[in-house]
């Protein structure tokens, strides 16, 4: 079965620093994607960053990139630079297979509190 | 209008009370989905959709009875409640196409929900 597990519950970061959030996966497929998604306190999920199971480079949008480690099952969410905005809870998330409409679950979160 | 939108965004409701909650895409996207995120527990999918058809029921009580008319439209009808059902409900919307691992959610701002 498939299971996303977020070890830390919450963060505090002095801005302009780096953050890692950590992210470990299982599954049974080979075929699968990792989401990584923001949740600020208005309480919408913002879509940040996504990476396959077979693509061969780190993915990157922005600030943003994901640490990918494959034969480790972790996909790290690495925020370069901190700002105030970031504030937020972060999900990681997970899709097996290729049907259309399959399930996508979600970690149990990170709170990330920037410091200014 | 753009995106995936959610009404009421928050709602009270006795034990004994009938409601539905609503939510609308206007992406043309052909699967919807129902999340719950308590305040303890990670995202939880509750029921898939997709053209129409239930293709996930992650074993929710029948307390809670989802509708698919279309695939712009997802209602998720409420009778019957318990205080523990108090929580946010989260609704999003994929494009539904194959394969399917790289296909991101697009969320609602949520409808927060209280039982008394």
């Known amino acids: 079965a498939q299971k996303i597990t977020q070890t830390q519950p919450g963060m505090f970061v002095q801005e302009k620093e780096a953050v890692t959030l950590d992210c470990t996966y299982d599954t049974s497929d080979q075929s699968y994607g990792l989401f990584w998604y923001k949740q600020p306190s208005s309480g919408e999920m913002i879509f940040l960053i996504y990476?396959?199971?077979?693509?061969?480079q780190n993915a990157t949008e922005g600030r943003y990139s994901l640490n990918f480690q494959k034969a480790r099952k972790s996909a790290n969410l690495v925020i370069s630079a901190s700002q105030l905005g970031d504030s937020a809870m972060y999900f990681c998330?997970?899709?097996?297979?290729?049907?259309?409409?399959?399930?996508?679950?979600f970690g149990s979160g990170t709170r990330l509190s920037i410091r200014p | 209008e753009t995106g995936v939108t959610q009404t009421p965004r928050h709602l009270v409701m006795g034990m004994t009370n009938k409601k539905s909650l609503k939510c609308e895409q206007h992406l043309g996207h052909n699967a919807m989905y129902w999340y719950k995120q308590s305040a303890k527990k990670p995202l939880e999918l509750m029921f898939v959709?997709?053209?129409?058809?239930?293709?996930e029921n992650n074993s929710v009580p029948s307390r809670f009875s989802p509708e698919c008319p279309n695939s712009s439209h997802l209602f998720l009808h409420l009778h019957t409640l318990q205080p523990e059902d108090s929580a946010l409900y989260l609704c999003?919307?994929?494009?539904?196409?194959?394969?399917?691992?790289?296909?991101?959610?697009?969320f609602g701002s949520g409808t927060q929900l209280s039982v008394l």
């Open positions: 990476q396959g199971s077979y693509d061969e």
């Open positions: 999003a919307s994929s494009p539904g196409t194959q394969p399917a691992t790289n296909e991101k959610l697009f």
């Open positions: 998330a997970m899709r097996e297979g290729y049907s259309s409409a399959s399930k996508i679950i």
């Open positions: 959709y997709n053209f129409k058809e239930q293709t």
